[in-house]
């Protein structure tokens, strides 16, 4: 039976990607509200926007007045909550945007979810589910190899891992989850929370490390690589992670949390180096792209390593990725180099590929 589906930030890189899943793959209803800052891209939906099935609604989740007449006009069933700033470099540089959507925002969400969700008669009520979606950021860092001795073996998050958020995107995440929990506990709104690894793959915003490295390559510029590069992050396929999301909040069990992963843990540098000879092989140079890598100052507070547990989801809803990173990887240059028209028109806009983080 199809369901309406509310998804915050349906414009951004991994919303859209849900959007474009829930058409393309389900027979649900999408309602898409997306307030349209410089990260959020009606572009990356222009493949099911023409849906009749797929409804755009252009709001702050800021503000409730608003956030009012779309749950009241759109009756959803499930909400998706993915709205948020999202790029730890920028709350470096600015912390109180990340704080107004991330904890004003979700509070606001929160409280007009439950004031529908107390007013729908009691068979949509038992089905109605708000589903938030975050960051494994949240759990700060992992020790890294190079910190303890040859062969010992390295945790991973878990659903029970304590929170000890480094930035202020992630201490705004573990804001936003911990209020979800709280209207739970304290209100029995039917809340349940995923927390992910890094996502890349096709409509990633250039700011971010592989999307920024393919274009900076191509443009024949500087690599930045951040300190040694010896940062480790597990590596999830953006189009893995919204079939996740999509399993989770149509069968996910109220008040649980959800890891997502890809296994796939690789240094950054690794991750660049791939890009490079990935690119020598499709669009072959002169040089090789590698010798254009440059190795910069360090962000401040750099979390070393990040690798997630997700052997809860596979037991208990049977999700597993479909991508390895070496897959994934070549599908997201590819789609790069097919796919000109979309970044150029970002790179005339809002991000020119200009240092952020800096913290100055």
């Not at 190079?146 to 000890?164: C, I, M, N, Q, R």
């Not at 930035?167 to 929990?181: E, M």
């Not at 700011?207 to 930045?224: F, H, Q, T």
């Not at 010896?230 to 590596?235: E, F, H």
Request: with cysteine; proline share 5%.
């Amino acid at each position: 039976m199809s369901k309406t589906i509310l998804v915050t930030g349906g414009a951004g890189f991994i919303g859209s990607a849900v959007v474009r899943y829930l058409i393309n793959d389900t027979d649900h209803n999408v309602v898409n509200v997306d307030k349209l800052t410089y990260a959020g891209n009606l572009e990356s939906l222009q493949t099911v926007s023409d849906s009749d099935r797929y409804h755009f609604e252009k709001v702050d989740i800021c503000d409730a007045d608003a956030l009012k007449h779309v749950f009241n006009n759109h009756q959803p069933d499930i909400v998706m909550h993915l709205a948020a700033e999202s790029h730890v470099d920028r709350s470096i540089d600015g912390p109180g945007e990340f704080i107004q959507t991330n904890v004003v925002g979700t509070y606001t969400l929160l409280e007009q979810a439950r004031a529908y969700w107390l007013a729908l008669e009691e068979s949509k009520k038992a089905q109605f589910k708000f589903h938030h979606i975050s960051t494994d950021e949240v759990y700060g860092d992992l020790p890294h190899p190079d910190e303890v001795a040859p062969g010992t073996k390295l945790p991973l998050f878990t659903e029970s891992t304590p929170y000890a958020p480094s930035s202020p995107y992630s201490a705004s995440k573990a804001s936003s989850d911990q209020l979800v929990r709280a209207w739970l506990r304290t209100y029995g709104l039917p809340t349940l929370v995923t927390n992910c690894s890094n996502n890349y793959g096709p409509y990633h915003f250039p700011e971010k490390l592989i999307p920024l490295v393919i274009l900076n390559a191509l443009a024949g510029k500087p690599l930045p690589v951040y300190g040694k590069g010896n940062q480790i992050r597990d590596w999830l396929y953006v189009e893995d992670h919204a079939r996740a999301l999509v399993l989770v909040a149509l069968e996910g069990k109220i008040g649980e949390t959800y890891n997502i992963g890809g296994h796939n843990e690789k240094q950054n540098i690794e991750v660049v180096q791939t890009i490079c000879n990935i690119l020598d092989d499709l669009v072959p140079k002169s040089a090789n792209y590698a010798d254009q890598i440059t190795y910069v100052q360090d962000r401040p507070g750099h979390d070393m390593r990040y690798a997630i547990d997700a052997s809860k989801i596979q037991r208990e809803l049977g999700w597993t990725p479909q991508e390895t990173f070496e897959s994934g990887i070549r599908k997201t240059v590819m789609w790069y180099l097919e796919n000109e028209s979309w970044w150029k028109a970002v790179q005339d806009g809002s991000y020119q590929g200009e240092r952020l983080g800096t913290g100055r």
